[in-house]
C-alpha cells in the first residue's frame, strides 16, 4: 500500500491569556493548587467573535503553507469537534467555504471528544490509501470555554481554547509517513466526562441553561484512572504491533489533559519524561486540538526531525482512546 505522509501542520491560538492568578479571583483556587494538580499556568480564550470555524480556519491556512499547497488542492476535509460553529452543518462545511476548499471535497465532522484528531488521522489514512482522494486536510479545533461552567473549580481551570491542522498525502517512500494507527472506544464510561443536555434526550430549555447542563461534567478520579491505562494499552499494542521498543520512540506527543496523566503513562511505560512532549502548561486542555497544536510546536523547536518515529496518544469522553506511529 502507499505511504501516506503528513506534509505540513499548522496551529492557531486566541490571543487572550487567561492565567491561573486571573481564574483566583473568579472562583475558589490558586496557581499552585491548579499548578499542582494538573500542570497548567494558563489557557487561551476566544474572543467572543471568535467561533470553531474561525480557529479551524487559521490552523488548516497554516498547515496548508507547510506543506506548500493551496486549498484547492484539498478533496478530504474533516474537522474533530466537540464545539462545532451550528448543531447543523458541520463546521468542516464552513471551514470549506471560508478557506476555499473545492466543492467535489468530501467534508465532515467527527465528534470523539479529545481522541477527534487520532480519529480523523486514521480515517484520513485509511481514505487516501484507496486512492479515492489524493489530499486531506483533518484539523482539531475547540472553543471549550463555550461548554465550561466557569464557577466550577474541578473542571474551569483545565480547558482552554485552540486549533491544530495537518495536510495528508501519499508518498513513493515506503516506510515513511504514518506507520499505522490504533482506536477504540468503551462507552461504559461515558458517564465519567460528559455534557448533561443539549441534545435529543434532553433538549435545550430554561431549566437547563439555569442548571448549567450545557457544561462540561466530570468525575476527575475515574477520568484520570482510565485515561492512564487506555493510553498504555493502545501506546504498547502500537509499538508491539510493528516490533518497536520504547527506546526506538523518538517523541511521544500525548494528548495534553494533565501533567500527572502524562507522569503516570511515562512511569508505565518504562520512557523518560523528556520524551514527552508538554505544552499543556501554556493551552490547557484544548481536547481534540492538543495533539496537532503540539505537533506543530514540537516540529518549530526542532524536536521532530526527518527520520524520527513519533508516537501520537490520547483518550477522551466517550470512553474513546487511540494512537498512531508516524515516521518523518
Not at 481522541?115 to 481514505?127: C, V
Not at 512511569?267 to 495533539?291: C, E, H, Q, W
Request: proline share 5%; net charge neutral; aromatic share 6%.
Amino acid at each position: 500500500m502507499a505511504s501516506v505522509i503528513i506534509a505540513g501542520v499548522g496551529s492557531y491560538a486566541p490571543a487572550q491569556v487567561l492565567t491561573n492568578e486571573e481564574l483566583s479571583k473568579r472562583v475558589d483556587t490558586s496557581d499552585e493548587w491548579i499548578r499542582t494538580r494538573s500542570g497548567i499556568r494558563e489557557r487561551r480564550i476566544a474572543a467572543p467573535d471568535e467561533a470553531c470555524s474561525d480557529l479551524a480556519l487559521k490552523a488548516a491556512a497554516n498547515a496548508l503553507a507547510d506543506a506548500k499547497i493551496s486549498a484547492a488542492d484539498i478533496d478530504l476535509l474533516i474537522v474533530a469537534t466537540c464545539t462545532p460553529d451550528l448543531p447543523l452543518p458541520s463546521t468542516a462545511c464552513l471551514v470549506q467555504h471560508k478557506l476555499g476548499v473545492p466543492a467535489h471535497a468530501t467534508c465532515f465532522d467527527i465528534a470523539a471528544a479529545c481522541s477527534g484528531f487520532l480519529y480523523a488521522l486514521e480515517i484520513a489514512y485509511g481514505q487516501l490509501q484507496t486512492n479515492r482522494y489524493k489530499r486531506a486536510l483533518i484539523i482539531g479545533a475547540e472553543k471549550l470555554s463555550t461548554i465550561t461552567d466557569w464557577t466550577d473549580r474541578t473542571t474551569c481551570v483545565l480547558f482552554g481554547d485552540g486549533a491544530g491542522a495537518a495536510v495528508l498525502m501519499k508518498s513513493p517512500e515506503p516506510g515513511k509517513g504514518i506507520l499505522g494507527t490504533d482506536l477504540g472506544a468503551d462507552g461504559e464510561f461515558v458517564d465519567n466526562l460528559y455534557i448533561p443536555a443539549g441534545g435529543s434526550r434532553t433538549p435545550a430549555s430554561a431549566e437547563s441553561v439555569a442548571k448549567r447542563d450545557h457544561c462540561i461534567r466530570m468525575n476527575g478520579r475515574e477520568v484520570f484512572k482510565s485515561a492512564v491505562r487506555v493510553m498504555e494499552t493502545v501506546a504498547r499494542e502500537m509499538m508491539e504491533q510493528h516490533q518497536l521498543t520504547p527506546d526506538q520512540i523518538s517523541l511521544v506527543v500525548p494528548h495534553q489533559a494533565n501533567i500527572r496523566i502524562i507522569e503516570a503513562l511515562a512511569g508505565n511505560l518504562k520512557m523518560p519524561l523528556d520524551k514527552f512532549f508538554v505544552n499543556l502548561d501554556r493551552y490547557g486542555n484544548t481536547s481534540s486540538a492538543t495533539i496537532p497544536l503540539a505537533l506543530d510546536e514540537a516540529r518549530k523547536a526542532g524536536r521532530i526531525k526527518p527520520g524520527d518515529t513519533t508516537l501520537l496518544v490520547a483518550f477522551g469522553a466517550g470512553l474513546t482512546y487511540g494512537a498512531a506511529l508516524v515516521r518523518w
